[in-house]
T-cell receptor, first 115, second 114 residues
Framework: AQSVAQPEDQVNVAEGNPLTVKCTYS??????LFWYVQYPNRGLQFLLK??????LVKGSYGFEAEFNKSQTSFHLKKPSALVSDSALYFC?????????????FGKGTKLSVKP | ETGVTQSPTHLIKTRGQQVTLRCSSQ?????VSWYQQALGQGPQFIFQ???????GRGNFPPRFSGLQFPNYSSELNVNALELDDSALYLC?????????????FGNGTRLTVT
């Protein structure tokens, strides 16, 4: 069965410092991995995806994520956090046999960036 | 380019009632998916529609049903509402059936069942 784990409910970072939001996954086939961000009372916004190719993926708003097949991880990173990055972040996965709309989401990690 | 729009934004229903939620997909997108997001949880896949046919379903009972129309807009219907159905319902659209395409989400409908 497919699954996603986000081990941290909350991550606290000072503005200007680097941030990492962790994600590990389990799929039966090749993984398609995604990161989404959710602001209060809003839907999810797409940040970046890994399908194949380079293990370091660059996305929107200066975010990037590193795919590690041996550790089955896809951690979200940003070199310098902004207060406006404070939001709820979701990692999601589907395998290459799944339907396009069927994403498995983690429980989310609340990112809090303090000035 | 018009994004995904959902209506209504908020809804309060009583246990046992029926509800219909609506979604207009992003321009050029012919695939629509629905998700349920309970408080403090990640979204859970309900089902997907492509070319007016359901072609994928998550672990939800048959009282959750849907429709997709020729213009690719969609409805989610929930019968015999239960208290646990209280959640944010998210609609997402994507172009075609390619695995590479990310989902584009609407802002959701907040359903409260009392």
């Amino acid at each position: 069965a497919q699954s996603v784990a986000q081990p941290e409910d909350q991550v606290n970072v000072a503005e200007g410092n680097p941030l990492t939001v962790k994600c590990t996954y389990s799929v039966s086939g090749n993984p398609y991995l995604f990161w989404y961000v959710q602001y209060p009372n809003r839907g999810l916004q797409f940040l970046l995806k890994y399908i194949t190719g380079d293990n370091l993926v660059k996305g929107s708003y200066g975010f990037e994520a590193e795919f590690n097949k041996s550790q089955t991880s896809f951690h979200l990173k940003k070199p310098s956090a902004l207060v406006s990055d404070s939001a709820l972040y979701f990692c999601a996965v589907r395998d290459d046999g799944g339907s396009q709309g069927n994403l498995i989401f983690g429980k989310g990690t609340k990112l809090s960036v303090k000035p | 380019e018009t994004g995904v729009t959902q209506s209504p934004t908020h809804l309060i229903k009583t246990r046992g009632q029926q509800v219909t939620l609506r979604c207009s997909s992003q321009s050029g997108h012919n695939t629509v998916s629905w998700y349920q997001q309970a408080l403090g949880q990640g979204p859970q896949f309900i089902f997907q529609y492509y070319r007016e046919e359901e072609n994928g379903r998550g672990n939800f009972p048959p009282r959750f049903s849907g429709l997709q129309f020729p213009n690719y807009s969609s409805e989610l219907n929930v019968n015999a509402l239960e208290l646990d159905d209280s959640a944010l319902y998210l609609c997402a659209s994507s172009p075609g059936q390619g695995q590479n395409s990310p989902l584009h989400f609407g802002n959701g409908t907040r359903l409260t069942v009392t």
